[in-house]
């Protein structure tokens, strides 16, 4: 699909859409997802509780919510204050089981982009687990954490949380569910929710943040200013969830982007990368985001290391330090009950 001159597109995968059937679909799915929660509500269904505290970071609606960002700077930010912090992802499309401690050894297919992209830039543990009470258990019996970071866990209610964070990133009236919509549950649902955030601006929530890029990091790790795309010719591509954000914001530093556009967590094949080389050439910079970079396994990139660049993006909040303390609060009152 084209999307204009200077931007081609790959929709591999699902998006939200309207029709007859998406909505009768969507109906379904929000029947499924309220008689689910309130089975939790009744407490038919189970939910476990385990030693160490747990903060879930989660969303109401489909990727792209800064979620990933916030979860790095909390979690850097409690390990600072010397908690024993670890994060706790289910590791989406990671061929991996686990409970695992995710390392450098590891790809994106053994444990996906978003929990290999944690380990490479925090200092912070990344435990890989699909089923998040095991995880919960191993990040405790296997690492002597006093608190996890559970990743995207807003809808994982079988693991008992101390504190529901969750992140907003547009207006969501007359939003639906999906596939209709971009709603994972109904709006009701974030009645839940200890703490909303908005990381949309003239937003009407009272707690704001904003995911901004940083800076450029090259192959070898060296970080590039922003200005450093000024009136560059710039091949840029990517696979998120919204590819808009990545591609105005290089265009807003001055630089003049082509592009091409793949699916959410898009698996990148070497004839991918060849076509991708050859669609750079004559540009100055080849640019892609921190997230797709550890999905790409192909040598290729040593033929072009000296043009290619990934944006780091980072997590702007005026205070962090209110969510903090109320942090350690539940920390120390766990802490307290367990020796008591």
């Not at 007359?174 to 649902?189: D, I, K, M, N, T």
């Amino acid at each position: 699909m084209k999307t204009s001159s200077h931007e081609t597109a790959i929709t591999q995968g699902c998006t939200a859409f309207s029709s007859p059937m998406s909505r009768i679909l969507s109906t379904l799915y929000g029947r499924a997802v309220s008689w689910r929660n309130a089975l939790y509500d009744a407490g038919i269904l189970a939910v476990h509780r385990t030693p160490p505290a747990i903060i879930s970071v989660g969303n109401i609606e489909t990727g792209g919510t800064g979620k990933t960002p916030f979860v790095m700077a909390l979690s850097g930010r409690l390990k600072e204050r010397g908690h024993r912090c670890v994060i706790l992802t289910r590791g989406y499309r990671g061929r991996l089981t686990g409970p695992l401690l995710v390392t450098g050894s590891h790809s994106s297919r053994d444990v996906g982009d978003e929990a290999l992209l944690m380990a490479q830039t925090t200092r912070v543990p990344v435990i890989k687990s699909p089923d998040r009470v095991k995880g919960a258990w191993f990040a405790y019996s296997e690492l002597d954490a006093d608190l996890v970071i559970l990743d995207d866990g807003f809808q994982h209610r079988r693991i008992h949380r101390d504190l529901d964070i969750v992140l907003v990133s547009r207006n969501l009236d007359g939003e639906v569910l999906l596939p209709a919509g971009h709603l994972r549950e109904p709006l009701s649902s974030l009645s839940r929710a200890h703490i909303i955030i908005s990381t949309k601006e003239n937003s009407s929530y009272a707690l704001k943040a904003s995911i901004e890029m940083s800076c450029f990091v090259d192959v070898s790790g060296n970080t590039h200013d922003l200005s450093s795309v000024l009136g560059k010719k710039v091949f840029a591509f990517c696979g998120i969830a919204r590819p808009e954000g990545f591609l105005s914001g290089l265009r807003s530093l001055g630089a003049q982007v082509t592009s091409r556009v793949f699916a959410d967590h898009y698996t990148y094949t070497a004839g991918d990368m060849r076509m991708i080389v050859r669609e750079a050439q004559g540009s100055d910079l080849i640019i892609t985001t921190e997230k797709d970079l550890v999905r790409i396994e192909h040598p290729w990139i040593q033929d072009v290391k000296e043009r290619l660049l990934s944006v780091r993006i980072a997590l702007r909040m005026d205070s962090m330090e209110p969510i903090l303390k109320e942090i350690e609060t539940i920390v120390r009152n766990r802490r307290i009950s367990r020796q008591g």
